[in-house]
């Protein structure tokens, strides 16, 4: 029996997402035990229908996905009645027990509802109400740690119900303890260095690692180790899982490990703290020996292999962001609000056009033939690096709204190595 799922990404990599789930659906072991088909992508996610132990395999192989959401039922609505009847008519005793807990979270675009918590409530209310009838008795409401999340989206004239198949949300590999100052999400530096282009067998370089996640993504790329396989999904504690796909599945991952290899991956941080983050997530990642790390104002980096490759950082943004809602966002998207990116003053302004100025000065003088990345929150790093970017990609850090900064390093052809664009102001 063919079901159908959506696969929520972070907004800009919705292309990126489809392009790995049909690389998973391509794996041997996932035509043979778990097939499925991509659909197109839509504005915050991808769909895919198949098996349930679809389910299982995108939890497992997809390193830019959020979750992944099995769409139950979708209907339109005038009241919250209709949509209590919706949640009603929904066999959920074939996905959980009276014993088991849940949660519900409604999110809406354009709903003429007045109150989503009122509408989550009628949802619980519908669900507890049927597995009263089915099984006699009710499950409880757990909001830190459900066993099953019911997500609802509402637009202006339907209601969608999703039953959360990943449990905690797919950027938490189980390595990561300490997180660092502002961390980016695994996703997202996943969704990063795909759009980057980067192979495995290139140089790969992060000169502002902080705690590491963009190193070690990419050495689990390298390493072919799944990004999910250090933990737990929902889909193992909910009705109708199926272990044998679920064990065929996990016995292939472990036999494609790539041995271990000399990598062409490193790092440098200025915070010898951050170091010693990047240290402990590489080790409780599985990856082999050291991380590949070295303490160095990125100012004044060099490049640590001789063949060129590709430069990729996240630098902070230097300025202090407010966020402001503008409205809920829907379970298969990310949240639509705006971050309000307040001004720097006049000292910050400086520091920041110094710090730009001298980075963009060390990838002319030392990183000839390299490409370089910069995901940034601050759009106008280009012109405080005075160099023109090849391509601009927008992207969101949550609310933040983000470039990746693409920039050619070119040798010789061009002065100082890279086009020049006007200074900053």
Same mark, same amino acid.
């Given at each position: 029996?063919?079901?159908?799922?959506?696969?929520?990404?972070?907004?800009?990599?919705?292309?990126?997402?489809?392009?790995?789930?049909?690389?998973?659906?391509?794996?041997?072991?996932?035509?043979?035990?778990?097939?499925?088909?991509?659909?197109?992508?839509?504005?915050?996610?991808?769909?895919?229908?198949?098996?349930?132990?679809?389910?299982?395999?995108?939890?497992?192989?997809?390193?830019?996905?959020?979750?992944?959401?099995?769409?139950?039922?979708?209907?339109?609505?005038?009241?919250?009645?209709?949509?209590?009847?919706?949640?009603?008519?929904?066999?959920?005793?074939?996905?959980?027990?009276?014993?088991?807990?849940?949660?519900?979270?409604?999110?809406?675009?354009?709903?003429?509802?007045?109150?989503?918590?009122?509408?989550?409530?009628?949802?619980?209310?519908?669900?507890?109400?049927?597995?009263?009838?089915?099984?006699?008795?009710?499950?409880?409401?757990?909001?830190?740690?459900?066993?099953?999340?019911?997500?609802?989206?509402?637009?202006?004239?339907?209601?969608?119900?999703?039953? +959360?198949?990943?449990?905690?949300?797919?950027?938490?590999?189980?390595?990561?303890?300490?997180? #660092?100052? @502002? &961390? /980016? %999400?695994?996703?997202?530096?996943?969704?990063?260095?795909?759009?980057?282009?980067?192979?495995?067998?290139?140089?790969?370089?992060?000169?502002?690692?902080?705690?590491?996640?963009?190193?070690?993504?990419?050495?689990?790329?390298?390493?072919?180790?799944?990004?999910?396989?250090?933990?737990?999904?929902?889909?193992?504690?909910?009705?109708?899982?199926?272990?044998?796909?679920?064990?065929?599945?996990?016995?292939?991952?472990?036999?494609?490990?790539?041995?271990?290899?000399?990598?062409?991956?490193?790092?440098?941080?200025?915070?010898? +703290?951050?170091?010693?983050?990047?240290?402990?997530?590489?080790?409780?990642?599985?990856?082999? #020996?050291? @991380? &590949? /790390? %070295?303490?160095?104002?990125?100012?004044?980096?060099?490049?640590?292999?001789?063949?060129?490759?590709?430069?990729?950082?996240?630098?902070?943004?230097?300025?202090?962001?407010?966020?402001?809602?503008?409205?809920?966002?829907?379970?298969?998207?990310?949240?639509?609000?705006?971050?309000?990116?307040?001004?720097?003053?006049?000292?910050?302004?400086?520091?920041?056009?110094?710090?730009?100025?001298?980075?963009?000065?060390?990838?002319?003088?030392?990183?000839?033939?390299?490409?370089?990345?910069?995901?940034?929150?601050?759009?106008?790093?280009?012109?405080?690096?005075?160099?023109?970017?090849?391509?601009?990609?927008?992207?969101?850090? #949550?609310?933040?709204?983000?470039?990746?900064?693409?920039?050619?390093?070119?040798?010789?052809?061009?002065?100082?190595?890279?086009?020049?664009?006007?200074?900053?102001?």
């Amino acid at each position: 029996m063919s079901h159908s799922f959506f696969v929520p990404c972070p907004r800009g990599l919705e292309e990126a997402l489809a392009a790995e789930l049909r690389e998973i659906a391509a794996r041997p072991e996932v035509v043979r035990h778990a097939p499925f088909a991509v659909h197109a992508g839509q504005t915050g996610g991808v769909a895919f229908s198949g098996v349930p132990a679809a389910a299982y395999a995108v939890n497992l192989h997809a390193r830019i996905a959020n979750r992944v959401l099995l769409r139950l039922a979708a209907q339109g609505y005038r009241n919250e009645n209709d949509i209590y009847g919706l949640a009603l008519a929904q066999r959920w005793e074939d996905h959980i027990t009276p014993d088991q807990t849940i949660r519900v979270d409604v999110t809406a675009h354009q709903s003429p509802l007045r109150s989503l918590n009122f509408t989550a409530l009628r949802i619980k209310d519908g669900i507890c109400d049927r597995m009263r009838d089915k099984r006699g008795a009710r499950p409880s409401v757990d909001t830190a740690s459900p066993d099953a999340r019911i997500f609802a989206h509402l637009t202006a004239t339907d209601c969608t119900l999703y039953l +959360d198949t990943s449990g905690d949300p797919l950027f938490k590999r189980g390595w990561r303890q300490e997180k #660092g100052e @502002a &961390p /980016l %999400k695994e996703t997202l530096a996943a969704g990063i260095l795909r759009l980057s282009g980067w192979q495995p067998e290139q140089p790969f370089y992060d000169p502002m690692c902080g705690s590491g996640t963009f190193l070690i993504e990419a050495a689990q790329i390298a390493l072919n180790h799944a990004p999910g396989a250090a933990r737990s999904f929902a889909f193992e504690w909910l009705g109708g899982f199926q272990p044998a796909p679920w064990q065929a599945l996990r016995e292939a991952e472990a036999a494609g490990r790539r041995k271990p290899q000399q990598l062409l991956i490193a790092g440098s941080d200025i915070s010898t +703290d951050m170091l010693a983050i990047t240290h402990d997530n590489w080790a409780r990642a599985g990856l082999p #020996g050291a @991380a &590949p /790390l %070295k303490q160095v104002d990125a100012r004044f980096v060099k490049p640590p292999f001789e063949t060129p490759g590709v430069v990729l950082m996240n630098p902070p943004y230097g300025t202090r962001i407010a966020v402001r809602g503008a409205r809920r966002a829907r379970p298969d998207e990310q949240s639509d609000e705006r971050a309000d990116v307040v001004p720097m003053n006049p000292r910050e302004e400086e520091a920041a056009n110094q710090f730009a100025s001298a980075f963009a000065t060390t990838l002319k003088q030392h990183f000839a033939g390299w490409t370089a990345y910069i995901f940034t929150g601050d759009l106008s790093m280009p012109r405080r690096m005075r160099l023109k970017e090849s391509r601009r990609t927008p992207l969101f850090n #949550g609310p933040i709204e983000c470039r990746l900064f693409r920039f050619e390093m070119v040798r010789g052809g061009m002065r100082n190595g890279a086009a020049e664009a006007p200074p900053a102001r």
